[in-house]
């Protein structure tokens, strides 16, 4: 099993472009979940999914959108880039809700800058 | 609101000593509270995750303890080894019934060096 892949691993966009970071998790999970990291701060939840077809905000979700159309993928959608963007990039999965015993299994990180 | 907080912030030790590091929170109502490991550059990965009941879990060299009535945890890492510098984050899950997926409350972290 790979895991939770990310792509692209670096990536540099200028203000105003958009991109998406790609997720995908070959160990049929139902939950998956996009996270950033910013110096000094600890993770933080954009959005998250149950299941195909079916996401969820979370506690920063501005300026970002997601869809589930299977359940390996997990595309991040970055509309119109902005400083305030810049930031890691985690795309996470877990057979449940994390509850006892359901480990969430990370990705290797996607690192975005918008200048 | 939930907190997680860390300490000490960073760590310097010398390899193969021991270091203990710790988390306080606020999360309420608790489920579990899980140590993560995570090497510069790469993801957090998991390291222990424990229930109320449970006092302590080990990993091999780590050993992660709670006491839920102060809400506080540690991290013993016992005999340290190079590959042990990175940072260790301290996350606790909520045991909400509503809020879907956004339960977890995640620590800044300790960096730790492990130095020859």
């Known amino acids: 099993n790979a895991g939770v892949t990310q792509t692209p691993k670096f990536r540099i966009l200028k203000i105003g472009q958009s991109m998406t970071l790609q997720c995908a998790q070959d160990?049929?999970?139902?939950?998956m979940y996009w996270y950033r990291q910013d110096p000094g701060m600890g993770l933080k939840l954009i959005y998250y999914s149950v299941g195909a077809g079916i996401t969820d905000k979370g506690e920063v979700p501005n300026g970002y959108n997601v869809s589930r159309s299977t359940t390996e993928d997990f595309p991040l959608r970055l509309e119109l880039a902005a400083p305030s963007q810049t930031s890691v990039y985690f795309c996470?999965?877990?057979?449940?809700?994390?509850?006892?015993?359901?480990?969430?299994?990370f990705g290797e990180g996607s690192w975005l800058t918008v200048v | 609101k939930n907190q997680v907080e860390q300490s000490p912030q960073s760590l310097i030790i010398l390899e193969g000593k021991n270091c203990t590091l710790q988390c306080n929170y606020t999360v309420s109502p608790f489920s579990n509270l899980r140590w993560y490991k995570q090497d510069t550059g790469r993801g957090p990965v998991s390291l222990t995750i424990m229930t109320f009941s449970e006092n302590t879990k080990s990993n091999g060299r780590y050993t992660a303890t709670l006491d839920a009535d102060t809400k506080q945890s540690s991290l013993h890492i016992t005999a340290s080894q190079l590959s042990d510098s990175a940072s260790y984050i301290c996350?606790?899950?909520?045991?909400?019934?509503?809020?879907?997926?956004?339960?977890?409350?995640f620590g800044t972290g300790t960096q730790l060096k492990v130095e020859l």
């Open positions: 996350v606790v899950r909520s045991g909400l019934l509503t809020g879907g997926g956004n339960k977890l409350t």
């Open positions: 160990m049929n999970h139902n939950y």
């Open positions: 996470a999965s877990s057979y449940g809700t994390g509850g006892s015993g359901n480990t969430i299994y």
